[in-house]
């Protein structure tokens, strides 16, 4: 094996059983940016480029990787999101393409750009980071329980030069601060008897504490997120969470029921309900 073509037909016959061909060229386009900067359309160009020690070393492992399921993210070890470069590896869940979508509703409706924002359950610090990439005026803290988490959030702040206070907290244990204009959270909401229905590359790879909830408490994040915020929501200030599908209506009741308005669910791109959005009102309820 000596060219790019060489290891492009190597690689298509090594995975060729376990994926479908647009996530092989994925894959190739993926390792090739890696080791080379190469776009997709370069690698049509560049096919007869030879390939040096290192590189051939490098893509040979990460096809092992790849065959033993690792994600391509954490072979790469990085991740696009939003626009944005984010390290990915075991210490946080991959920023997915969901939650984009989720950003992106945040963003278009709130546009003034100087927020009060918390971010609970950081993982990779992916949410946090890109709000206050896009408004760098606003005041972004993030919590999250991981020691292991917020290291890897905060190499995530300093390679996208973006200013957000990690604070390793638990978010049972604390009140929420005051004023917030937004609060955010892509919390756990994996049941375990959605265990096996997962892909075992995300089992094998991402951290439990990240992703599930124990089955007779699938609420259990929201709830407690949500009981905090409406202490800690400035008036008209606005939750937004990502949810797990098959408990939309319930998330939504429960919303209602604590008070909050305008509680509007979002389906994600492959057509699940995948967040949500509440406002709180602000003032007292009448509680009498
Ligand atoms: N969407 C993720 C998955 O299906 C789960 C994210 C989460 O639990 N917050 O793997």
Known sequence: ??????????????????????????????????????????IIVKGEDSLNEDELEF???????????????HITSFVIF????????????????????????????????DY????IGTGSGCIAISLKKRWPKSKVEAWDVSIEALELAKENSSINN??????????????????????????????????????????????????????????????????KACRSLNSQGSLYFEINRKYHIQIKEMLLEMGFINVELRRDLFGNYRMVRAIWPGGDLDIS
């Open 82 to 113: 939003f626009g944005s470069h984010f390290k990915s590896d075991k210490r946080a869940l991959i920023p997915r393409p969901e939650t984009e979508e989720l950003l992106e509703w945040i963003i278009i409706s709130n546009s003034s750009g």
């Open 1 to 42: 094996m000596r060219t790019v073509n060489d290891f492009i037909d190597y690689f298509k016959i090594e995975l060729n059983n376990r994926e479908e061909s647009r996530e092989i060229m994925s894959f190739i386009s993926l390792l090739l940016y890696k080791i080379r900067g190469y776009e997709l359309a370069d």
């Open 162 to 227: 973006a200013d957000v206070n990690f604070l390793e907290k638990n978010l049972f244990h604390h009140p929420f601060p005051d004023n917030m204009d937004i609060i955010v959270s892509n919390p756990p909401y994996v049941t375990i008897s959605e265990v096996c229905k997962m892909r075992r590359n995300v089992l094998d790879y991402e951290p439990g504490v990240a992703l599930f909830v124990p089955d007779d408490e699938p609420l259990l994040f929201y709830r407690e997120i949500a009981l």
């Open 116 to 119: 009060n924002i918390l971010d």
């Open 59 to 73: 893509l040979l492992k990460a096809t092992e990787r790849l065959k033993n399921g690792e994600p391509i993210q």
